[in-house]
Structures are given as C-alpha cells and as structure tokens.
C-alpha cells in the first residue's frame, strides 16, 4: 500500500500525454493542405500555347502583332479555355526581346512558345502565359 500513490501519478501522466497528443493531432487533422496544382497549371498552359500555335488565325494575330494592345481573339481564346478560379495575362514579344508584365501575385505560373513566321513573312513572336490562382 505504501506505493500505491506512485502508480497513479503514472497513469495521471500517461493519461495526460495521451489527451495532449490527441489534442494535437485532431488539430492537425484539420488544417487544410492546399494540393500541389503546378503539374495541373503547367499542362493546361502548354495545351492552351500548343492551340494557338496551330490555330491559323490565332497564329496570324499573333504575327501580326506590333505592340500595344494584345489582340481580343487571343485574350478570349485564353479567357475561354482558362478555369474561372484562375487569372492570367498575356504577353506577346520578339524572340530576342525580354517580354515583362506587371503580376504582383504569389504564385504565378509561366509558359510560353515561339511562334514562327510563315515563308513570306518570317517574323517570329515569343507569346508568353502567365496565369495565377484566384483566391
């Protein structure tokens, strides 16, 4: 009976670890984790670079383009095809010139492709996509 008051500050203290610990872990279980959609993004954009490379008249607004504003077609194309939960923008330059926009996002995702000129106008135009998530 003298050691009696022993065994029960044990089982106290193993009681207590075992509360802790599923205290912790039911908080931890409820934390959500954002999935990695970077693999999902980078697919979708180079499809979407991919179908205005081979679209005839998108190919020939993007040729044509000198500058300024980026032509509505390509901007409705990327509009169309884009998820709703996603923003993007769009940039259209010369290969051998740097193309920049202004995003002031966290996580941007950027593709691009170069699209060449045809037999009679060798002009080639570097469109790049950049697309960031809503949130």
């Known amino acids: 009976m003298k050691y009696k008051r022993g065994w029960l500050k044990i089982a106290e203290a193993v009681i207590a670890i075992m509360?802790?610990?599923?205290?912790?872990?039911?908080?931890?279980s409820r934390t959500k984790e954002r999935p990695d959609i970077s693999d999902y993004v980078y697919d979708l954009q180079s499809k979407i670079l991919s179908d205005i490379s081979s679209d005839k008249v998108l190919r020939e607004?993007?040729?044509g383009y000198n500058g300024g504003e980026?032509?509505?077609?390509?901007i409705e194309f990327v509009r169309i095809n884009l998820p709703t939960n996603f923003?993007?923008?769009?940039?259209?330059?010369?290969?051998g010139k740097p193309c920049r926009v202004d995003v002031v996002e966290k996580n941007v995702y950027v593709e691009e492709t170069i699209i060449s000129g045809t037999?009679?106008?060798?002009?080639?135009k570097k469109v790049k996509l950049y697309v960031w998530e809503i949130e």
Do not use: E
């Not at 509360?19 to 931890?28: E, K």
């Not at 980026?70 to 390509?74: F, L």
């Not at 037999?119 to 080639?124: C, T």
């Open 19 to 28: 509360l802790v610990t599923s205290v912790l872990l039911l908080a931890h």
């Open 119 to 124: 037999l009679q106008q060798y002009s080639p």
């Open 61 to 63: 607004s993007v040729l």
């Open 87 to 95: 923003n993007f923008s769009v940039a259209i330059c010369d290969v």
């Open 70 to 74: 980026i032509p509505s077609n390509i």
